[in-house]
């Protein structure tokens, strides 16, 4: 089984102290836009028989999210197959849109190529535009790319800052989703699994029916017993008031 490490981009206590938002547009915060992202590939991904550890979760307290290198370095104890770093982009003038995906400097092999594989299938989805894949500036060699050492890519997925982006993000956020689990298990050589049919399904109702008999039938013999156990306690009790009746008797003047 393949394992994806998957990296919803910040989230974690900043160098003040405070919830790392990332970039943050009007109410609309990063942090949240790649956690219902990370979530929807999670459920997707494990669907198609991959093993998902996410570096954070929805909910988590802030001080217990790790950092960037922290982040890494699960990944690579967790001997992860693949690292997918999930973010949105931002700038300036609103007008800046589009998909880019990221990979380190200087790329080891096949980052490049998985970088490709997940970028084309986001446009096929439907992007603003086709950004590329980009290798980072040495100066700005991001560490979650640069640490990991299995292949390792940062998708920023759209502009904060653009309102078409936004739109597009929020239309198309499930089928995106989709798109960068097919780029990983294209990279990795595997196939999408067919949806369950319909046979499978009354195969597996049929399977959970019997399941449920078998729970009923165990819960009559509980009852059943119950009943015999109060039936032994209420003998026994009516023992007990004879029992007082009679010494009663016997010690009354
Ligand atoms: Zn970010």
């Known amino acids: 089984m393949k394992t994806l490490m998957l990296d919803p981009g910040h989230g974690g206590l900043n160098a003040y102290g405070y919830e790392d938002p990332g970039a943050v547009s009007g109410s609309r915060l990063e942090r949240e836009d790649v956690m219902r992202l990370a979530d929807l590939v999670a459920a997707d991904a494990r669907e198609q028989g991959l093993r998902i550890?996410?570096?954070?979760t929805a909910g988590q307290k802030p001080a217990?999210?790790?950092?960037v290198t922290a982040r890494a370095t699960m990944a690579n104890s967790a001997g992860a197959d693949?690292?997918?770093?999930?973010?949105?982009?931002?700038?300036?003038?609103a007008s800046a849109q589009g998909v880019e995906v990221l990979v380190q400097t200087t790329p080891i092999a096949g980052e490049e190529m998985l970088a490709g594989l997940i970028l084309a299938r986001l446009e096929a989805?439907?992007?603003?535009?086709?950004?590329?894949?980009?290798?980072?500036?040495p100066a700005n060699n991001f560490a979650v790319l640069r640490l990991t050492k299995m292949p390792a890519v940062l998708v920023e997925l759209g502009f904060i800052t653009n309102a078409e982006d936004n739109r597009l993000y929020d239309l198309h956020l499930p089928a995106y989703a989709r798109a960068i689990v097919?780029?990983?298990?294209?990279?990795?050589?595997?196939?999408?699994?067919?949806?369950?049919?319909?046979?499978?399904?009354?195969?597996?109702?049929?399977?959970?029916?019997?399941?449920?008999?078998?729970?009923?039938?165990?819960?009559?013999?509980?009852?059943?017993?119950?009943?015999?156990?109060?039936?032994?306690?209420?003998?026994?009790?009516?023992?007990?008031?004879?029992?007082?009746?009679?010494?009663?008797?016997?010690?009354?003047?």
């Open 182 to 253: 097919e780029g990983c298990l294209a990279y990795l050589g595997l196939v999408r699994r067919p949806p369950a049919t319909d046979a499978d399904t009354a195969d597996q109702l049929a399977a959970l029916r019997t399941q449920l008999a078998a729970k009923d039938a165990q819960i009559a013999l509980l009852e059943q017993q119950t009943r015999q156990a109060e039936a032994a306690v209420e003998q026994m009790r009516a023992k007990a008031r004879e029992i007082y009746r009679l010494s009663g008797e016997l010690i009354a003047p």
């Open 82 to 93: 693949l690292f997918v770093s999930l973010h949105r982009n931002a700038y300036g003038a």
């Open 125 to 137: 989805v439907g992007i603003s535009r086709n950004r590329g894949v980009k290798r980072c500036p």
């Open 53 to 56: 550890i996410l570096t954070r």
């Open 64 to 67: 217990t999210v790790p950092g």
